[in-house]
């Protein structure tokens, strides 16, 4: 097995351009900042009134070449494995995706919605996000590089809690999620098609699932789902991985062209919506919020989309998106309300073809 670093640094560029490829289509044409946690959160509270189908559409994108790929491939590219073939701890994917998801739901951000999207638009809370959790990443990281029960292939599965029986179902609990993922797919294209009477119901169904493809290949070849990887990148000790790194060069740099051109040579999106005005100020959320996540990022080595990736191919991949979910609908629910009724989120703009969009103009 090639552990060439090199390798790996041209694979995290070339990740890189796949994911900025997703999120600049998905703002050129419909103003969509790609937040992977806002579609988890999404997706795990089943809220329709925040673009619930065509986030499904996107992250069904997401893992269903990729797992073809893993299946036909064995998960090796260039001679590297892009997934987690060995033992990570359960607790440690547990109690970091709790983190994780209190932490993205809290500041409204993960790396995604706050780096690949968030610094190219300049917004400032997102630069602050961004290096909180970061910060915080690399410092947890580094502290746990040398606590081996923290530690990928330093743990023996017959020690942790559930892992031997967990190793043994898996195989089966795969292909079970693979095969309801296949259904919720369609029963999500029948659900978008009646709910959308546009004469662009397709597209507006296939579109974001082709976008979510271009992400999720980008975040298996940049090796950023694997969370040995983003561990290794987050320990800053003798076997520093710093690969990863270049995969943010690659997509913000990308994205803070095209981003910024788009925004000032455009009125609005090409197919419909708005483009977000990021939010100005800071609250206390947006430094508390990144800091959890940085945490459960240390921990863990998963956010929400390659923790997403995983599902079908990390023995423990369930076990973490079930904390993520359970992080995110507990801040959503308990947490926020306490300083915020109205969620955390702006309404959702209705689903709008150009037409309508200038119609509805017209009335007014």
């Known amino acids: 097995m090639v552990d060439n670093l090199t390798t790996k640094i041209l694979l995290a560029l070339l990740g890189g351009v796949f994911i900025a490829a997703s999120s600049t289509l998905n703002l ?10 806002s579609m988890t959160y999404t997706i795990f509270n089943w809220d329709k009134s925040e673009g619930l189908t065509w986030k499904i559409m996107f992250v069904t994108g997401m893992l ?8 036909a491939m064995n998960g090796d590219a260039a001679g590297m494995s892009l997934f987690y073939s060995g033992y990570h701890s359960v607790w440690a994917l547990f109690i970091g995706g709790i983190l994780v998801g209190l932490g993205t739901k809290i500041g409204n951000g993960c790396t995604s919605g706050h780096a690949v999207c968030g610094i190219p638009r300049l917004a400032k809370r997102s630069i602050v996000a961004t290096m909180l959790f970061l910060g915080m990443g690399l410092g947890i990281g580094t502290l746990f590089a040398y606590m081996e029960w923290i530690r990928p292939n330093k743990i023996d599965p017959a020690s942790d ?10 195989p089966i609990i795969s292909k079970v999620l693979a095969a309801a993922a296949l259904v919720w797919l369609i029963v999500t294209f029948i659900m978008g098609m009646g ?3 546009t004469p662009h119901a397709i597209r507006e169904l296939a579109i974001p699932f082709f976008l979510g493809s271009l992400f999720g290949i980008g975040l298996v070849v940049s090796g950023m789902c694997n969370p040995k990887n983003i561990i290794d990148f987050l320990a800053l ?9 270049f995969v943010m060069v690659s997509a913000v740099g990308i994205n803070l ?5 788009i925004q000032r040579k455009m009125e609005k999106p090409q197919l419909l919506g708005k483009f977000p005005a990021p939010k100005k100020e800071f609250d206390i959320p947006v430094f508390v919020g990144p800091i959890i996540f940085g945490i459960g990022w240390g921990i863990s080595g998963l956010c929400p989309g390659p923790g997403m990736m995983n599902l079908f191919i990390l023995p423990q991949g369930f076990i973490f998106i079930a904390a993520l979910a359970l992080g995110q609908i507990a801040a959503g629910k308990l947490i926020i309300p306490l300083y915020d009724t109205s969620g955390g989120h702006p309404p959702a703009q209705p689903l709008m073809t150009k037409s309508s969009q200038h ?6």
């Open 28 to 37: 050129f044409l419909y103003g969509r900042v790609t937040g992977m946690s």
């Open 64 to 71: 269903a070449p990729v797992y073809i790929f893993y299946l």
């Open 161 to 170: 809690w559930g892992a031997a029986y967990l190793q043994d179902i898996f």
């Open 195 to 197: 709910e959308n009477k």
């Open 237 to 245: 000790n003798s076997n520093w991985n710093p690969a990863l790194i």
């Open 257 to 261: 062209i095209t981003f910024q051109l």
């Open 359 to 364: 119609l509805q103009y017209r009335q007014k």
